[in-house]
């Protein structure tokens, strides 16, 4: 039989590696496709004889079909011989011829390229039957050239079932030995993986199967066959069998595929000894996290107070040494005799602590104390419980807790106010504002005194030390007045309509004033106290407390009314801190509004 054509390619798809060729290798046929020979080849019929289709690649990515399994060199027998040897064999696909069919294009396999698959590509197609082969000598044999003929049919099978294991092994080799492309590195700093070099790996291929498996079963019995065609079978019946063309593929995997990781990776050089632990698969649960105050925990905060608590103590005791070694240098003995840290009060300043004087510096520390507490429980409070709205105003609700604030700084700047009132109608004044520019040495004086742990004895009842003086002053007339202008640039009596005043005073500013202020004022407290205490505590609270106290500095030193009022009071203050919350707020505030809740 003569055909023309060329055998039908597998369509290539995209690579199985990034970045490698197309799948399938170029030039693979799909199993049971007819190569067909070159124009005037001569086929004997007897060669082409049904074989088992060829097996997939390992993988099952691709089928791998043989070459031609006759040629013209190849011993040939007549039509009749064929025929019969292809009746008594499996019943095998008609012939065909390949037509080939171009391939619908599709989008581009890299941004901006050609579209794919390329122009030249075309579709694996089945043809058109082909004419049955030696139908007329099919019909005229006898059954001695049938059984003549058996034996050499088989024989050609065998040839091109060889033939066609070399055509597997040479397509599977058409791949092997091209470079690997080369990825990320498999450890930190290494080189790229796999190492330059690396190949592709073919696939081992199955050497097609013995010719005497293969025809030892037909060439047992050549009478048997020849008479069961002769007896059963009409001569034309058997002559319009078509003479099957499939061609001998192996039956061993003949995969082309891309070796895997493993294949490509180099063995190791040293028996193994590290293997994936626990953590590899199986993580721990997470600690809970300690709670935090401010930027700390609990135990980074007694941290911080036992180192912080002992720098204080090495820096307090290198200061004093050092401050002591200063008086005692005959300069800074002349400089303390004309500067002993006190000066002379004007003319007419009143001598003594009245007792108004007393019961404002009591309502002055139980409003102080509040305003405090209020202000941090602000600067605290993320969502309010319980809100206040003016009676003329619903709108205009705010927290609960912010009133209660804003309702003690009135208080405390009404308190103020009466404060200073008297302090300038009773001359009061000239006990806390200084009146001569000696208040700066005399201060200095005090202040090394004081660390020096030699302090000054002046007596509170009569005169102030000019660092007490200086300490008065600041915080009444220069931190009280900061207090007051911040809190009301953020309080809800700020005229927000005013936009000329809002833009002189930024809400920012106040903000970042006010808190600062506060912290003045805690500080100052606890000082103050504390020197009350060192300084002679009976003598001092008798001053203040109980309104009693003589120019003599040794009087009242043993007296304990004014240390028991102190007492009372802090019961009080305290008492007062206790019951500063929203419970026993809100029946105060609904006198001046509507409480509500959330």
């Given at each position: 039989?003569?055909?023309?054509?060329?055998?039908?390619?597998?369509?290539?798809?995209?690579?199985?590696?990034?970045?490698?060729?197309?799948?399938?290798?170029?030039?693979?046929?799909?199993?049971?496709?007819?190569?067909?020979?070159?124009?005037?080849?001569?086929?004997?019929?007897?060669?082409?004889?049904?074989?088992?289709?060829?097996?997939?690649?390992?993988?099952?990515?691709?089928?791998?079909?043989?070459?031609?399994?006759?040629?013209?060199?190849?011993?040939?027998?007549?039509?009749?011989?064929?025929?019969?040897?292809?009746?008594?064999?499996?019943?095998?696909?008609?012939?065909?011829?390949?037509?080939?069919?171009?391939?619908?294009?599709?989008?581009?396999?890299?941004?901006?390229?050609?579209?794919?698959?390329?122009?030249?590509?075309?579709?694996?197609?089945?043809?058109?039957?082909?004419?049955?082969?030696?139908?007329?000598?099919?019909?005229?044999?006898?059954?001695?050239?049938?059984?003549?003929?058996?034996?050499?049919?088989?024989?050609?099978?065998?040839?091109?079932?060889?033939?066609?294991?070399?055509?597997?092994?040479?397509?599977?080799?058409?791949?092997?030995?091209?470079?690997?492309?080369?990825?990320?590195?498999?450890?930190?700093?290494?080189?790229?993986?796999?190492?330059?070099?690396?190949?592709?790996?073919?696939?081992?291929?199955?050497?097609?199967?013995?010719?005497?498996?293969?025809?030892?079963?037909?060439?047992?019995?050549?009478?048997?066959?020849?008479?069961?065609?002769?007896?059963?079978?009409?001569?034309?019946?058997?002559?319009?069998?078509?003479?099957?063309?499939?061609?001998?593929?192996?039956?061993?995997?003949?995969?082309?595929?891309?070796?895997?990781?493993?294949?490509?990776?180099?063995?190791?050089?040293?028996?193994?000894?590290?293997?994936?632990?626990?953590?590899?698969?199986?993580?721990?649960?997470?600690?809970?996290?300690?709670?935090?105050?401010?930027?700390?925990?609990?135990?980074?905060?007694?941290?911080?107070?036992?180192?912080g608590g002992l720098g204080l103590l090495l820096a307090a005791g290198m200061a004093v040494a050092l401050v002591r070694f200063l008086l005692?240098?005959?300069?800074?003995?002349?400089?303390?005799?004309?500067?002993?840290?006190?000066?002379?009060?004007?003319?007419?300043?009143?001598?003594?602590?009245?007792?108004?004087?007393?019961?404002?510096?009591?309502?002055?520390?139980?409003?102080?104390?509040?305003?405090?507490?209020?202000?941090?429980?602000?600067?605290?409070?993320?969502?309010?419980?319980?809100?206040?709205?003016?009676?003329n105003d619903p709108k205009g609700k705010t927290s609960l807790t912010i009133w209660f604030h804003q309702a003690l700084d009135i208080l405390?700047?009404?308190?103020?106010?009466?404060?200073?009132?008297?302090?300038?109608?009773?001359?009061?004044?000239?006990?806390?504002?200084?009146?001569?520019?000696?208040?700066?040495?005399?201060?200095?004086?005090?202040?090394?005194?004081?660390?020096?742990?030699?302090?000054?004895?002046?007596?509170?009842?009569?005169?102030?030390?000019?660092?007490?003086?200086?300490?008065?002053?600041?915080?009444?007339?220069?931190?009280?007045?900061?207090?007051?202008?911040?809190?009301?640039?953020?309080?809800?009596?700020?005229?927000?309509?005013?936009?000329?005043?809002?833009?002189?005073?930024?809400?920012?500013?106040?903000?970042?004033?006010?808190?600062?202020?506060?912290?003045?004022?805690?500080?100052?407290?606890?000082?103050?106290?504390?020197?009350?205490?060192?300084?002679?505590?009976?003598?001092?609270?008798?001053?203040?407390?109980?309104?009693?106290?003589?120019?003599?500095?040794?009087?009242?030193?043993?007296?304990?009314?004014?240390?028991?009022?102190?007492?009372?009071?802090?019961?009080?203050?305290?008492?007062?801190?206790?019951?500063?919350?929203?419970?026993?707020?809100?029946?105060?505030?609904?006198?001046?509004?509507?409480?509500?809740?959330?």
């Amino acid at each position: 039989m003569v055909s023309s054509g060329s055998p039908s390619a597998l369509r290539r798809g995209l690579p199985r590696v990034a970045g490698g060729d197309a799948w399938p290798p170029a030039g693979i046929v799909p199993a049971g496709a007819t190569p067909a020979p070159e124009t005037g080849e001569v086929v004997d019929a007897t060669a082409t004889v049904a074989a088992p289709p060829a097996l997939a690649s390992a993988d099952g990515a691709a089928s791998v079909s043989p070459a031609p399994v006759a040629s013209a060199a190849e011993p040939t027998v007549d039509a009749s011989a064929s025929a019969v040897t292809a009746a008594a064999a499996s019943p095998a696909a008609p012939a065909t011829a390949a037509v080939s069919t171009p391939l619908r294009r599709g989008l581009p396999r890299t941004r901006g390229g050609e579209a794919w698959p390329p122009a030249s590509a075309v579709a694996a197609t089945t043809a058109s039957p082909a004419a049955p082969a030696a139908t007329a000598a099919a019909a005229a044999a006898t059954p001695t050239e049938v059984a003549a003929a058996v034996p050499a049919a088989v024989s050609g099978a065998a040839t091109g079932a060889t033939a066609a294991g070399h055509a597997v092994a040479a397509a599977a080799a058409s791949t092997a030995g091209e470079p690997l492309r080369r990825g990320l590195p498999r450890t930190t700093g290494g080189d790229p993986w796999p190492p330059a070099g690396a190949a592709r790996a073919a696939a081992p291929v199955a050497a097609p199967l013995a010719s005497a498996q293969t025809a030892a079963p037909v060439a047992d019995a050549p009478a048997a066959a020849a008479v069961s065609v002769e007896a059963s079978t009409p001569a034309a019946a058997v002559a319009s069998t078509p003479v099957a063309s499939t061609p001998v593929a192996s039956t061993a995997p003949t995969s082309t595929a891309v070796a895997t990781a493993d294949e490509a990776r180099a063995p190791l050089t040293v028996p193994r000894t590290v293997w994936p632990g626990r953590a590899a698969s199986h993580r721990p649960t997470p600690e809970p996290q300690p709670k935090r105050i401010g930027p700390f925990t609990k135990g980074q905060w007694a941290g911080v107070v036992i180192v912080g608590g002992l720098g204080l103590l090495l820096a307090a005791g290198m200061a004093v040494a050092l401050v002591r070694f200063l008086l005692s240098l005959d300069a800074m003995q002349d400089f303390l005799a004309t500067y002993p840290g006190e000066y002379h009060l004007p003319e007419g300043a009143p001598v003594g602590i009245p007792a108004w004087l007393g019961w404002q510096h009591f309502f002055n520390v139980f409003l102080m104390v509040l305003i405090i507490r209020s202000g941090l429980t602000i600067r605290n409070e993320k969502r309010p419980a319980v809100f206040w709205a003016p009676k003329n105003d619903p709108k205009g609700k705010t927290s609960l807790t912010i009133w209660f604030h804003q309702a003690l700084d009135i208080l405390w700047i009404l308190n103020g106010v009466v404060f200073v009132v008297l302090l300038f109608v009773t001359g009061q004044w000239m006990r806390i504002v200084p009146t001569s520019w000696e208040v700066f040495p005399n201060a200095l004086s005090a202040a090394l005194q004081y660390v020096s742990l030699d302090w000054p004895t002046e007596n509170g009842w009569v005169n102030y030390n000019s660092l007490q003086q200086l300490a008065y002053f600041s915080t009444v007339f220069l931190a009280a007045p900061l207090a007051i202008a911040s809190g009301f640039r953020m309080s809800g009596l700020w005229p927000k309509k005013n936009a000329k005043l809002s833009a002189a005073i930024p809400i920012e500013w106040a903000r970042k004033v006010h808190f600062p202020t506060m912290l003045f004022f805690v500080v100052f407290i606890i000082i103050h106290v504390a020197l009350v205490f060192a300084t002679g505590a009976l003598r001092n609270l008798n001053h203040m407390y109980a309104a009693q106290g003589s120019v003599d500095g040794v009087a009242y030193a043993d007296n304990w009314t004014g240390f028991w009022m102190f007492v009372l009071s802090l019961v009080v203050i305290a008492a007062a801190w206790i019951a500063a919350r929203p419970m026993t707020i809100a029946p105060i505030a609904r006198l001046f509004g509507t409480v509500s809740g959330r």
